[in-house]
């Protein structure tokens, strides 16, 4: 069973930094893609970005290029998302999403660590 | 602002048939990119659908179906029942954004 669980979330100031992860297990990490989608607090979905199964292609939203940087450590089964200048409209739930096809879908999701970006 | 466009809400009694429509463009669902769709349950993370325009993961019931048309998707649920209560979302893939865009989301209530 596919398992996903994302860590690091919480209450920060703006303009700080913050680093999301996602450990999976469940299934070969190495062999998929991934991703993060965020969801403001009543809003809908957004994606944020994506990177491939080896790491060597990454893919940002307009919105957030520049501040978020995606990446992955294949040893050890986890996603990351590094998150700088943050900002009040970042606040939001980030889900971690095993990715599949092409172009990419999510097929599996976590639970969502919770962002809010707060003075 | 999403690229995909969805009606807010949609509603049926249980036993019905109701449809959300996703509505693109030629850079998105026109131009020939897989549409997928997302249930988001109260207080849960989104799953999985419907991927591929019309594919069902395993354990999806066949109430729900899928489907492409220009620049269009569907997503009709039939035989509707009070678990089907949710937000459902379309996604593409956008190439004027060169990015994964979702639709705006619709709930559909069972009355």
């Known amino acids: 069973e596919v398992q996903l669980l994302e860590s690091g979330g919480g209450l920060v100031q703006p303009g700080e930094s913050l680093r999301l992860s996602c450990a999976a297990s469940?299934?070969?990490?190495?062999?998929?893609?991934m991703g993060w989608v965020r969801q403001a607090p009543g809003k809908g979905l957004q994606w944020v970005s994506t990177?491939?199964?080896?790491?060597?292609?990454?893919y940002y939203a307009d919105s957030v290029k520049g501040r978020f940087t995606i990446s992955r450590d294949n040893s050890k089964n986890t996603l990351y998302l590094q998150i700088n200048s943050l900002r009040a409209e970042d606040t939001a739930v980030y889900y971690c999403?095993?990715?599949?096809?092409?172009?990419?879908?999510?097929?599996?999701w976590g639970l969502g660590t919770l962002v809010t970006v707060s003075s | 602002q999403s690229v995909l466009t969805q009606p807010p809400s949609v509603s049926g009694a249980p036993g019905q048939r109701v449809t959300i429509s996703c509505t693109g463009s030629?850079?998105?669902?026109?131009?020939?990119?897989?549409v997928h769709w997302y249930q988001q349950l109260p207080g849960t993370a989104p799953k999985l659908l419907i991927y591929?325009?019309?594919n069902r993961p395993s354990g999806v019931p066949d109430r729900f179906s899928g489907s492409k048309s220009g620049t269009s998707a569907s997503l009709a649920i039939s035989g509707l029942q009070a678990e089907d209560e949710a937000d459902y979302y379309c996604?593409?893939?956008?190439?004027?954004?060169?990015?994964?865009?979702f639709g705006t989301g619709t709930k559909v209530t069972v009355l």
């Open positions: 591929g325009n019309s």
């Open positions: 990177i491939s199964s080896g790491g060597r292609n990454t």
């Open positions: 030629s850079s998105n669902i026109g131009a020939a990119y897989d």
């Open positions: 999403a095993k990715s599949s096809g092409w172009p990419y879908y999510c097929d599996s």
């Open positions: 469940g299934f070969t990490f190495s062999s998929y893609a």
């Open positions: 996604q593409s893939y956008d190439s004027s954004l060169s990015g994964y865009v």
